[in-house]
């Protein structure tokens, strides 16, 4: 699996914007997938994962109920909704393939992820 991730730039605090992650490989529907984030100065954190068959999720208490993970395996992409964007979110944006095909529960550890995506920068200011 091989991953390109798109859709960052720059938003108002409160504003939206949507995150895609487009994978190339025929097996991509069988691996759980993560978005991090990096922000200067800081260590990469988990922000979503959904898992390879979408019916489980994690949110980071920081992002919970402001954005959501979904994925559409058809067209082998995950996507992170996010809206009532805060300054906070100012980050570098990276998706992520689990190594393990159909783990069965959700995993936030980020050394399970093996494939990232060259990441994409989501800028909000006042």
């Known amino acids: 699996v091989q991953l390109q991730a798109s859709g960052g730039g720059l938003a108002q605090a409160g504003g939206s914007l949507r995150l895609s992650c487009a994978a190339s490989?025929?097996?991509?529907?069988?691996?759980?997938m993560a978005w991090f984030r990096q922000a200067p100065g800081k260590e990469r954190e988990i922000v979503a994962a959904?898992?390879?068959?979408?019916?489980?999720?994690y949110y980071a208490n920081s992002v919970k109920g402001r954005f959501t993970i979904s994925r559409d395996n058809a067209k082998n992409a995950v996507y992170l909704q996010m809206n009532s964007l805060k300054l906070e979110d100012t980050a570098v944006y990276y998706c992520?393939?689990?190594?393990?095909?159909?783990?069965?529960?959700?995993?936030?550890?980020?050394?399970?992820?093996?494939?990232w995506g060259q990441g994409t920068q989501v800028t909000v200011s006042s």
């Open positions: 992520a393939a689990d190594r393990e095909r159909v783990r069965p529960s959700i995993t936030m550890i980020q050394g399970n992820y093996g494939t």
């Open positions: 959904i898992t390879w068959a979408g019916g489980g999720l």
């Open positions: 490989g025929r097996t991509f529907s069988t691996y759980g």
